[in-house]
Nanobody, 123 residues
Framework: VQLQACGGGLVQAGGSLRLACTSS????????IGWFRQAPGKEREFVAA????????HYADSVKGRFTISRDYAYSTAYLQMNSLKPEDTAVYFC?????????????????WGQGTLVTVSS
């Protein structure tokens, strides 16, 4: 299983970016996709997850109302639309997936990780 994240970049506070996570190596539509981030000097933290059905979502409180997670089964790709970005959103963003199918989007183990894409938000 391979996950590849892209779409990061430099943006001013208040701006938007859309990250993409492309999955290959297995059937995309049977697995939850999660987004995580790690800021310099900090631990990795959960950002958002979408269920394998695409009808369940879970967001960290820090991004609720600003970020939207979605998935496109035709392209085996998940997206993270990030609006109203803040300097504190600056981090390397990773997408991840579990080894097996879960019905929930919370408290599940993630076994496969993409390489990360850097998001920098300037003030």
């Amino acid at each position: 299983v391979q996950l590849q994240a892209c779409g990061g970049g430099l943006v001013q506070a208040g701006g938007s970016l859309r990250l993409a996570c492309t999955s290959s190596g297995r059937t995309f539509d049977r697995y939850t996709i999660g987004w995580f981030r790690q800021a310099p000097g900090k631990e990795r933290e959960f950002v958002a997850a979408i269920s394998y059905t695409g009808r369940g979502w879970h967001y960290a409180d820090s991004v609720k109302g600003r970020f939207t997670i979605s998935r496109d089964y035709a392209y085996s790709t998940a997206y993270l639309q990030m609006n109203s970005l803040k300097p504190e959103d600056t981090a390397v963003y990773f997408c991840a997936a579990p080894a097996r199918t879960y019905y929930d989007t919370q408290d599940i183990p993630y076994d496969y990780w993409g390489q990360g894409t850097l998001v920098t938000v300037s003030s």
